[in-house]
């Protein structure tokens, strides 16, 4: 059994930076790309940013792109996704997922690809 949780959420305001973090559990995922997607109110759950089980290839949706960066402990049993300069609009649930069995070099940037989600973590950017 494997388990996604999710930490480092939080409010903030605007321009501030915060870290999350996703740590595996249980029965280890093998070769998993990992990535995060997050869902306002209102809004359906989209994309933000995947990084390759091997951590050297990573995509960003570009809303984000030049504010967040995704990355991976070298053991690979942590993702990361450092958020700066944050902006209102970021507020949402944010989510990690895993995908098992994939290429070193595979990112995916769809929900449907991804085998094990986390519970979410809330951020909150205030104005």
């Known amino acids: 059994q494997v388990q996604l949780v999710e930490s480092g959420g939080g409010l903030v305001q605007a321009g501030d930076s915060l870290r999350l973090a996703c740590a595996a559990s249980g029965r280890t995922v093998s070769r998993a790309a990992m990535g995060w997607f997050r869902q306002a109110p209102g809004k359906e759950r989209e994309f933000v940013a995947g990084?390759?089980?091997?951590?050297?290839?990573?995509y960003y949706a570009d809303s984000v792109k030049g504010r967040f960066t995704i990355s991976r402990d070298n053991a690979k049993t942590t993702v990361y996704l450092q958020m700066n300069a944050l902006k209102p609009e970021d507020t949402a649930v944010y989510y990690c997922?895993?995908?098992?069995?994939?290429?070193?070099?595979?990112?995916?940037?769809?929900?449907?690809?991804?085998?094990?989600w986390g519970q979410g973590t809330q951020v909150t950017v205030s104005s």
């Open positions: 997922a895993a995908r098992s069995g994939s290429g070193s070099g595979d990112v995916y940037t769809t929900a449907r690809h991804y085998d094990y």
């Open positions: 990084i390759s089980w091997s951590g050297t290839f990573t």
